[in-house]
């Protein structure tokens, strides 16, 4: 089963749960001492007008009074505490009771701090100048982070980028601020508008792009949202982080689009080789790739080298894909593996029937093998006697003998390269030789082209892996 990935807004409620811009919420009088300061290290100077003046400081008097009150303190803790049931609840219906909850505990705040609501509204409509227009911002984000109201929230941010009272890097710090509301409100246009404000001015923290990505994907805009995902992707490179990929691994799965969940796939193995991530890999090219047996077979083989068998299936397909018949000590290998994980019966019918031929059929298998390999040598062989050969030598894991009887099909007419190409990267792969078998895969095109893509990803892995285990040790500290 492909499971979805959501992203973690990890830093996004963070700032304003901290009070992040309330810092100007001085009184009118006590203000003018701290603009100086502020004028002095370049913080541009906040003055309110003095109509302004008498609206702002009763909204500010009622937000810090409510903020001591007990009623007030009381319904905060639940708030908080029906916040972590939602976020400790699992299973949907869990999830959607927890939820409300919390909604409702949202709401009976809400009902305690509506004088104070009222006093705001009016301090924004006494406001006349830019920089009543700020104080009115910091007013409404003091109230709602009082109230854990994200819509206040996100207009006491709106109030103050749009007075002009920020700096350039302030001001694309709150955009990813409002756009990260927008999100959770479930408002995608503006998430994106706000995203795309932030990152034009220059703001690249917290995965803003692939934030930027999902509020396309998440408002039914997929190819669009993917497209920015790929391209924040490519900006990162080997950097580029794990979730990002899974995630766009499973979008692109889900929206049917195989190019796209290819080159995730590719990506995401190369970056982070774990079993987990091979699994998902291999399965999502194999589901939308509509391969043909002898195609699936190449694929079920990386699943047997990165170990990433994840359900009976995987065993089952690889069995009736190699057929007993055809090539028996691999049919057999693979029945044993998955009898030994558990995930084949040894008593289900189609198990014990296909070891039954497996076995049988292997010793006048690998009698054959030198037969065959003299008759691939052979001045007038063809390639699919080569070929034929070759699988038989790599079916018994004997990947030195294979890769040679790949190589003398490869020289004869009509043959099916993309097919002997690909196993040869296999056995050059099997036997170490990665650097070579990377050559090989890139040669494959076609329908195979994915198989090979991700072939070559492990054979990179390999070599990894391969260099870091001779690296000499580091020295010890003296």
């Avoid at 906040?46 to 319904?75: E, G, H, L, M």
């Avoid at 992707?233 to 766009?248: H, I, N, S, T, Y």
């Avoid at 796939?265 to 589901?287: K, M």
């Avoid at 691939?376 to 062989?381: F, V």
């Amino acid at each position: 089963m492909i499971r979805s990935v959501l992203f973690t807004r990890s830093a996004i409620g963070l700032a304003l749960a901290l009070g992040l811009a309330a810092g100007g919420m001085a009184a009118p009088a006590a203000a003018k001492e701290k603009a100086k300061d502020k004028a002095a290290a370049g913080a541009p100077k906040i003055t309110p007008s003095k109509a302004y003046i008498p609206a702002f400081t009763q909204a500010r008097n009622a937000i810090d009074a409510a903020s001591k009150r007990a009623d007030v303190a009381a319904a905060k803790t639940a708030v908080t505490n029906a916040e972590a049931a939602y976020r400790s609840a699992r299973g949907n219906a869990a999830r959607t009771q927890a939820r409300a909850g919390f909604d409702s505990a949202v709401a009976a705040l809400g009902g305690l701090l509506q004088a104070e609501k009222a006093t705001l509204e009016q301090a924004f409509a006494a406001g006349t100048t830019p920089d009543d227009a700020m104080l009115s911002g910091q007013l409404a984000l003091n109230l709602g982070n009082l109230a854990s109201d994200k819509a206040m929230q996100r207009r006491g941010l709106e109030a103050m980028i749009q007075s002009g009272k920020l700096s350039p890097v302030d001001a694309a710090k709150y955009n990813f601020y409002v756009g990260g509301l927008a999100y959770d409100l479930k408002d995608f246009a503006g998430a994106r508008t706000a995203f795309s404000t932030a990152i034009a001015g220059g703001y690249t923290e917290n995965g803003v792009e692939a934030l930027l990505a999902d509020a396309y994907i998440n408002d039914n805009q997929v190819p669009e949202g993917l497209r920015i995902l790929q391209q924040a992707a490519a900006k990162r490179g080997a950097a580029a982080p794990e979730d990002w990929l899974r995630r766009g691994v499973v979008v692109a799965y889900k929206a049917r689009l195989p190019e796209q969940a290819n080159g995730f796939s590719i990506q995401l193995v190369n970056g982070y080789p774990s079993t987990e991530n091979w699994a998902l890999a291999v399965s999502v090219v194999r589901d939308l790739g509509k391969f043909q047996q002898q195609e699936q077979i190449d694929l079920l083989r990386l699943m047997e080298r990165t170990k990433s068998y994840s359900e009976a299936r995987d065993y089952i397909e690889y069995v009736q894909s190699a057929d007993p018949r055809r090539l028996p000590g691999e049919a057999l290998k693979i029945i044993n593996a998955g009898i030994a994980a558990g995930k084949l019966d040894p008593k289900d019918p189609f198990v014990t029937d296909a070891k039954t031929m497996a076995t049988a059929r292997i010793p006048a298998d690998k009698a054959s093998l030198v037969g065959l390999e003299r008759d691939a040598r052979a001045a007038n062989s063809t390639a699919a006697t080569a070929m034929a050969a070759g699988d038989a030598y790599l079916s018994y894991d004997e990947d030195a003998k294979a890769a040679e009887m790949y190589q003398l099909a490869l020289g004869k007419p009509g043959v099916d390269a993309a097919r002997i190409l690909t196993r040869l990267g296999i056995a050059q792969a099997d036997t170490g030789r990665y650097a070579d078998a990377q050559a090989t895969f890139a040669r494959v095109d076609g329908v195979r082209k994915p198989i090979a893509a991700l072939w070559s990803a492990y054979a990179s892995s390999k070599a990894k892996a391969a260099a870091a285990a001779a690296a000499p040790a580091p020295a010890p500290a003296q």
